[in-house]
């Protein structure tokens, strides 16, 4: 009995032994790594050990980008971090941050390398689309912004809200301070981004970094950050219209990704989006990153007026060879005389709104200022100007905005129903401003409005 005691006491000593054994080399033994988002995918073979260097340093501590670039056309084609983000020894932008790189021995040699990649860079390789995208009104929005509207955009914001609201679509004027972006104009990738080599625009407004997927670009979703709302309602439009329907029903089929060859209609996609109208290869019609080579009618002014007359930024071609080129595209999937009969309302609902609302809106506006009745140096600072103002950027951009796209809840119940109700209001007040002969009396101005700053342009 004595004896099963011992052996028993034996077995426990030696089952105590190997618990702390193992304890021990448990809490010495490391941790196994944590994956990767990159875990199990392979670098592009022909990789320089500069370019290595720059993927191993971002995987550790911005995997996310580099997962997205090795997802992307650039990986396949070994195009690297070096080859958009190098810039020349002393040009502007180039960053100070990667200096303790440089000194780590981690690069090799010495790489001026920018944060800022513009559209110049991409130039490098897709000189054709980056020529027609300087030209276009995206890329010069900065300049329009600060003429259109009376430069209220620019006149009536804070400093904060113009930064994070209207210039998140529009883009900032980029600044570099002391080797680094000066972050009172970072991050921007908007459209007008003035960038600090002078060039104009971001690509990756829609072509987001870093995949710059064209599948992504096609989709209407990739205008909708910047074209939706109570003034620029086109992504609303577009789902409110048929080509939105058939979107939503066989959008899941569409052969997003297809090649400029490959992307017809009726293979790739049954119905146009927002990029197939306004960018694409249709056909005989040419693509284009301008967007204004499509449009007949400026519709984002306070008057319908032909692009090319648009003095802010006048388009380079005709309207008549723009309504050539888009009836090029309608015509893959609709007769001439569907084409011709939507055209030509669209036509007459302009011609409309001008005459009937617009035109003598304007003139009573031109009668008070020549009376002295309102205050032309600070515009919206009184009931009128702001009436006048809400009158042509809601209701009358809507309503022609939803002739443009086939949006007839827009043309009419946002647009020319609104317009209606508006418009004998406006006038009214006018008339009895006129009749009394007293100068109107000022609003006082919300905080951050009439900062004093300089224009874009």
């Given at each position: ?31 196994a ?51 958009c ?52 009104k995206?890329?010069?929005t ?11 955009p ?22 570099i ?17 003035k ?127 723009a ?31 001008n ?27 009184e ?33 020319f ?10 006038m009214?007040r006018?008339?009895?401003?006129l ?23």
């Amino acid at each position: 009995m004595r004896r099963q005691v011992r052996l028993g006491g034996t077995f426990v000593l030696a089952l105590a032994t190997v618990f702390a054994v193992t304890a021990l080399i448990a809490k010495t033994k490391k941790p196994a790594p944590k994956p990767t988002p990159a875990a199990g995918m392979k670098l592009p073979a022909g990789l320089s050990a500069e370019a290595k260097a720059c993927v191993t340093c971002h995987l550790e501590h911005n995997p996310g980008l580099v997962v997205d670039w090795l997802k992307s056309t650039h990986a396949g084609q070994e195009t690297t971090c070096l080859e958009c983000h190098r810039a020349a020894k002393n040009a502007p932008g180039v960053s100070s941050a990667h200096e303790a790189q440089y000194r780590g021995g981690k690069w090799g040699k010495v790489i001026p390398i920018t944060a800022v990649v513009s559209p110049k860079k991409c130039g490098e390789c897709h000189e054709d689309q980056v020529a027609q995208y300087a030209r276009s009104k995206m890329a010069n929005t900065l300049r329009i912004i600060s003429k259109l509207d009376h430069g209220l955009p620019v006149r009536l914001e804070g400093r904060l809200e113009r930064k994070t609201g209207c210039l998140v679509c529009h883009g900032t004027i980029v600044k570099i301070k002391a080797g680094r972006v000066d972050r009172s104009t970072w991050p921007s990738v908007g459209v007008g981004r003035k960038n600090p080599d002078g060039s104009l625009g971001s690509c990756s407004s829609c072509h987001t970094r870093h995949r710059f997927s064209r599948a992504e670009a096609r989709r209407p979703e990739a205008c909708k950050q910047c074209h939706m709302g109570p003034d620029h309602p086109q992504y609303e439009v577009f789902m409110e219209s048929k080509h939105g329907a058939m979107y939503v029903a066989q959008g899941g089929q569409y052969k997003w990704g297809a090649s400029a060859d490959d992307w017809r209609p009726g293979i790739a996609y049954r119905a146009p989006t927002c990029a197939t109208c306004h960018f694409s290869r249709v056909g005989k019609v040419k693509g284009t990153h301008d967007a204004t080579e499509r449009l007949a009618w400026e519709v984002q002014t306070p008057r319908s007026i032909r692009p090319e007359n648009f003095k802010p930024w006048p388009a380079k071609i005709k309207w008549q060879q723009a309504r050539a080129n888009m009836k090029g595209v309608c015509g893959h999937c609709h007769s001439p005389g569907w084409v011709d009969s939507f055209f030509a309302d669209y036509d007459k609902v302009n011609v409309f709104y001008n005459t009937k609302y617009y035109d003598p809106a304007a003139r009573m506006m031109k009668k008070l200022y020549a009376r002295g009745l309102l205050d032309k140096k600070r515009f919206f600072d009184e009931r009128l100007e702001q009436d006048f103002y809400k009158l042509w950027h809601y209701p009358g951009i809507r309503a022609r905005t939803g002739a443009a796209m086939g949006g007839p809840v827009y043309t009419w119940w946002v647009g020319f129903y609104d317009l209606k109700v508006a418009f004998p209001r406006f006038m009214r007040r006018a008339r009895a401003l006129l009749k009394s002969g007293k100068k109107a009396k000022p609003y006082k101005l919300i905080p951050g409005a009439y900062q004093p700053h300089r224009l874009p342009y």
